[in-house]
């Protein structure tokens, strides 16, 4: 129980959805990709280089979207169909060492 307290929590699903309605590099979506991407990164980290959580977000769309959410590289360098689909992935992925 978080006590209305959510700071720590990451919300994966929301940054779909914000992804979904190309609303991710604007607060207070920006931060919260931010925040699951780097979080994402630290958990596949964890695994080794070579894992499936490591390889989704340190390349490919989730990289780029997190370059793009820290304004590296300009919005139109996304692809938000595959940054959505690289993001089910890496939930698939999280969900699956849950079980």
């Known amino acids: ?3 209305g307290d959510e700071s ?3 919300d994966f699903a929301g940054t779909l959805e914000a992804i979904r ?9 920006s931060g919260m990709a931010a925040d699951c991407l780097g ?3 630290d958990l596949g980290l964890q ?3 070579d894992s499936v959580g490591c390889q989704l ?6 990289d780029q979207l ?20 690289a993001l089910v992935r890496l939930i698939e992925w999280i969900e699956g ?3």
């Open 1 to 3: 129980m978080t006590d």
């Open 8 to 10: 720590g929590l990451y």
């Open 21 to 29: 309605e190309r609303e991710v590099l604007y607060a207070p979506h």
């Open 39 to 41: 979080a994402a990164l």
């Open 47 to 49: 695994f080794g280089e």
């Open 57 to 62: 977000a340190r390349h490919g769309p989730l």
């Open 66 to 85: 997190y370059r793009a959410v820290w304004k590296e590289i300009d919005e139109s360098a996304l692809d938000y169909l595959e940054c959505e689909a």
């Open 97 to 99: 060492l849950a079980r």
